[in-house]
């Protein structure tokens, strides 16, 4: 089945202690983002990836880094999460192609206390 | 201003009847406009695109696009409960850069 998968799908964490989110894709995409999404602002892009050791930011980058060694993984990490990034966040990726995400992850909603 | 503007709602249909949702962009160059559903809990679902002013239909799903006017449309004709979600509207202004909506709530009572 082709799918986007994301661990964990719930996180809560302190202030400071580094987290990373993985995301692993089974359908040989290309491109690869991470969201963000919060109330009222909707979904936000953090990072893209448009190829294996190509990535860039997106619209909110800032506390964030990504890293994409192999096709199949685009994994979110955290150095030091502050509570402003609590929120629900989604990997997702787009066929070679296409113009537009169309497979998104499960979701990982991270708490920062 | 926000990129993309839509009305947070909820918007209130009767089963059966056509649900309207109106999403506004900024950027004049746009080329790529796009429809998610997101049911609560759940990640986003692409249901529609649509790139030439005009209409587009896919079953019980019409969007419309204005690009003059920066805007475009969904419509859902004879709603059922199972379209309740929200709405997220997303346009891209370049390859790599798509940008969405806060989303409209729609919510179909029986």
């Known amino acids: 089945e082709a799918q986007v998968t994301q661990n964990p799908r719930y996180l809560i964490t302190v202030t400071g202690k580094k987290l990373t989110v993985t995301c692993s894709q089974n359908m040989n995409h290309e491109y690869m983002s991470w969201y963000r999404q919060d109330p009222g602002l909707g979904l936000r892009q953090i990072y893209y990836?448009?190829?294996?050791?190509?990535?860039d930011k997106g619209d909110v980058p800032e506390g964030y880094k990504v890293s994409r060694k192999e096709k199949r993984n685009f994994p979110l990490i955290l150095e030091s999460p502050s509570p402003n990034q609590t929120s629900l966040y989604f990997c997702?990726?787009?066929?070679?192609?296409?113009?537009?995400?169309?497979?998104f992850g499960q979701g990982t909603r991270l708490t920062v206390v | 201003q926000k990129e993309v503007e839509q009305n947070s709602g909820p918007l209130s249909v009767p089963e059966g009847a056509i649900a309207s949702l109106n999403c506004t962009y900024s950027?004049?160059?746009?080329?790529?406009f796009f429809w998610y559903r997101q049911y609560s809990g759940k990640s986003p679902e692409l249901i529609m695109s649509i790139y030439s002013n005009g209409d587009k239909e896919d079953g019980r799903f019409t969007a419309q696009l204005n690009k003059a006017s920066q805007y475009v449309s969904l419509l859902i004709r004879d709603s059922q409960p199972s379209d309740s979600a929200t709405y997220l509207c997303a346009v891209r202004s370049n390859d790599y850069k798509l940008s969405f909506g806060a989303g409209t709530t729609v919510t179909v009572r029986a």
């Open positions: 990836s448009m190829n294996v050791e190509v990535t």
């Open positions: 950027d004049r160059v746009s080329q790529s």
């Open positions: 997702a990726s787009r066929e070679t192609g296409s113009n537009t995400e169309a497979f």
